[in-house]
């Protein structure tokens, strides 16, 4: 367990911050958490105080130049626990197309400006949040969680999975190309349950199988998206940093 008024920490690297309004969102509940804690960073509440070792890190946003990547390290030295929270930081924004430098891109950048990479390419993450943003209740069962010691366990089922808890219509049989099949659950599949076809913003599930649901898709004659074939050497890869 950590020990009392652990020292906490809550940074931001290249992102909107979506995933640090969820926290504000918490309102009074936030606020009770955080005066369990010693906040030692969190710019949007309070200043830095002097630099001192943390017992847990959350980072939000991804590592888009070398500035981020000396900062994370350094965060990752100085903390115990390490947390990546949303997309940005758990897989870089992969599964939003935020890759700045494909020139295919719908923004079409002049330039490339940005490769946008997860914090895990560079230093070891303890726990991920996935979602885009977070889910509020999610980072605060997490972090309560982590304040007693207790170990996190991530989502072991996809967002197919809620949809058939909630007793949702499949989008796919609608002909719809939605990703529920292959994407992490928890997010109680809060897009398909209003007729919108999953994205992915929470990234591959552990048993993701993208040569089946193209299958599927190809089935129920719904055009295959090009970027499932992006998906698989995504997943080969994040696979293989894991």
């Given at each position: 367990m950590i020990n009392k008024k652990p020292k906490v920490g809550i940074f931001s690297l290249a992102s909107c911050e979506g995933c640090i309004v969820q926290i504000l969102n918490l309102e009074d509940q936030i606020l009770d958490l955080l005066s369990k804690v010693d906040i030692v960073d969190f710019r949007?509440?309070?200043e830095e105080k002097e630099k001192a070792p943390l017992d847990i890190a959350f980072i939000e946003g991804c590592i888009t130049s070398e500035k981020d990547v000396k900062k994370v390290k350094e965060l990752r030295e100085n903390s115990k626990i390490l947390v990546a929270l949303?997309?940005?930081?758990?897989?870089?924004?992969k599964f939003l197309v935020k890759d700045f430098k494909n020139h295919e891109n719908p923004l079409q950048l002049k330039e490339a400006l940005v490769n946008a990479q997860p914090l895990d390419q560079?230093?070891?993450?303890?726990?991920?949040?996935y979602g885009c943003p977070i889910d509020?209740?999610?980072?605060?069962?997490?972090?309560?969680?982590?304040?007693?010691?207790?170990?996190?366990r991530p989502k072991s089922y996809n967002v197919c999975a809620e949809c058939i808890l909630h007793e949702k219509a499949c989008l796919i049989e609608a002909g719809l190309p939605c990703l529920g099949p292959i994407i992490r659950g928890g997010c109680n599949a809060i897009c398909p349950s209003v007729g919108k076809e999953?994205?992915?913003c929470r990234g591959l599930a552990e048993d993701a199988n993208i040569d089946s649901l193209?299958?599927?898709f190809q089935k129920h004659k719904i055009e295959v998206p090009s970027f499932l074939k992006h998906l698989?050497?995504?997943?080969?890869?994040e696979v293989e940093r894991r």
């Open positions: 949007v509440l309070k949303g997309e940005c930081a758990c897989t870089g924004g560079y230093v070891t993450v303890d726990y991920y949040l509020k209740n999610e980072f605060l069962e997490l972090f309560k969680n982590l304040l007693i010691g207790k170990t996190p999953c994205i992915g193209i299958e599927i698989q050497k995504l997943q080969k890869s």
